[in-house]
């Protein structure tokens, strides 16, 4: 009998699931994430805003 649980992360990383496999684009954060929406693009909404926050003050900094 094979452990399901140990096969979850290899069957994630190069099954069909692995398409929806992602890193988390926002700063400091280091967690991969499976995307449940095409459009989603930060593992949280706490990262989400992160990213927001970063970009508006680069933007204000340019400035």
């Known amino acids: 009998m094979t452990d399901t649980a140990s096969l979850s992360p290899?069957?994630?990383a190069?099954?069909?699931a692995a398409s929806w496999l992602s890193?988390?684009?926002a700063p400091r954060c280091?967690?991969?994430f499976?995307?449940?929406i095409s459009r989603q693009h930060w593992?949280?909404?706490v990262c989400g805003n992160?990213?927001?926050i970063a970009r508006?003050?680069?933007l204000v900094d340019e400035r």
């Open 10 to 12: 290899v069957t994630a």
């Open 14 to 16: 190069t099954g069909h």
């Open 23 to 25: 890193k988390c684009p």
């Open 30 to 32: 280091l967690l991969n």
């Open 34 to 36: 499976t995307r449940h």
């Open 43 to 45: 593992c949280s909404d």
């Open 50 to 52: 992160r990213a927001r």
């Open 56 to 58: 508006t003050e680069e």
